[in-house]
């Protein structure tokens, strides 16, 4: 099973509130991913977590904070958002290195 | 200019088409390769994934890999409408010594196609 769920599907969020992104996968990869998407362009890779660790921040502003509760978990907690954050936010994980790397559908976000 | 280019068409062919879809990247330490589906308003899915130079086959889809012309293809025989899509190729590096190139990936800007029956 190349499965990695996301909830919610759908968010709308106006810039003061709080919300929590959740990805979840069950094929023993220790690597996962959040990345960033606009219409019409590709996906930005925002944090690595590898072993349960950050490994890698792309620069991502302190208003998304990146959390890994276990081998199996990635959420994005989200803060004072501003409209431009409005986008697809995708999971993604992987085997260590690299390898191809399994997405799921993704948390469409809006901010209002 | 990006480290990978791909035309962002849009590509537009009739049912039972043969479509190439091509991408060329700069960096010679890219050494594993990815297409990815992305069906609108959803994540992309992984089609092919090599890392040598040569072909490789899945049903309908054919990934080619030609590292010295730094060239990447997809083929899709016999193409359905249902394969109207974004296609996106990917790459990734070698890990590095301290482990942070990994997980990486460098994506072209992707391709829009349509099949029209």
């Known amino acids: 099973d190349t499965e990695v769920t996301q909830t919610p599907k759908h968010l709308v969020m106006g810039m003061t509130n709080k919300k929590s992104l959740k990805c979840e996968q069950h094929?023993?990869?220790?690597?996962m991913y959040w990345y960033k998407q606009k219409a019409k362009k590709p996906p930005e890779l925002m944090f690595v977590?590898?072993?349960?660790?950050?490994?890698i921040n792309e620069s991502v502003p302190s208003r998304f904070s990146p959390e890994c509760p276990n081998s199996s978990l990635l959420n994005l907690h989200l803060h004072a958002l501003q409209p431009e954050d409005s986008a697809l936010y995708l999971c993604a994980s992987s085997q260590e290195g690299p390898y191809e790397q399994y997405f799921g559908p993704g948390t469409r976000l809006t901010v209002t | 200019q990006k480290e990978v280019e791909q035309d962002p068409g849009p590509l537009s062919v009739p049912e039972g088409a043969i479509v190439s879809l091509n991408c060329t990247y700069s960096n010679s330490a890219f050494q594993y390769f990815m297409w990815y589906r992305q069906y609108s308003r959803k994540g992309p899915e992984l089609l092919m994934y090599t890392y040598s130079s040569g072909n490789k086959e899945d049903g309908r889809f054919t990934a080619q890999v030609d590292k010295s012309s730094k060239y990447i293809s997809l083929f899709i025989r016999d193409s359905q409408p249902s394969d109207s899509a974004t296609y996106l190729c990917?790459?990734?590096?070698?890990?590095?010594?301290?482990?942070?190139?990994?997980?990486?990936?460098?994506f072209g800007q992707g391709t829009i196609l349509t099949v029209h029956p």
């Open positions: 094929m023993g990869h220790r690597a």
């Open positions: 990917a790459t990734s590096t070698i890990p590095n010594a301290g482990g942070t190139s990994y997980g990486k990936l460098t």
């Open positions: 977590y590898s072993y349960e660790k950050l490994s």
